[in-house]
Nanobody
Framework: QGQLVESGGGLVQAGGSLRLSCTAS?????????MAWFRQGLGKEREFVAA????????HYADSVKGRFTISRDVVQNRGDLEMNNLKPEDTAVYYC??????????????????WGQGTQVTVAS
């Protein structure tokens, strides 16, 4: 198995944008059928944000981010991205990328993902 590393978090004003990236070292993302982003706010459960099927680029989003966030993947760069626009204070959380090793569904359950990054903090100021 490889390792996942997130980057791109930071502090932004409400209404602003950030782009998160997730790279896989020691393995190509094409070995993982699904790549996803989850987030965990302070004192909250980890929740699903978005997922992408690596082979087809098919996507799935949580209702809370639909229309504001875009998940994508770059096969050549071996990288997955999460473009976040019109950010709101409630988007403040640690964001994690995750890879599903088996299965072809864009699952919203964190237990279905075996490989995780260390997380990157996103803070949205009001």
């Amino acid at each position: 198995q490889g390792q996942l590393v997130e980057s791109g978090g930071g502090l932004v004003q409400a209404g602003g944008s950030l782009r998160l990236s997730c790279t896989a070292s020691g393995q190509t993302f094409s070995r993982y059928p699904i790549m996803a982003w989850f987030r965990q706010g302070l004192g909250k459960e980890r929740e699903f944000v978005a997922a992408i099927k690596w082979s087809t680029a098919g996507t799935h989003y949580a209702d809370s981010v639909k229309g504001r966030f875009t998940i994508s993947r770059d096969v050549v760069q071996n990288r997955g991205d999460l473009e976040m626009n019109n950010l709101k204070p409630e988007d403040t959380a640690v964001y994690y990328c995750a890879a599903r090793l088996f299965g072809s569904d864009a699952s919203t359950l964190d237990g279905d993902y075996a490989l995780w990054g260390q997380g990157t903090q996103v803070t949205v100021a009001s």
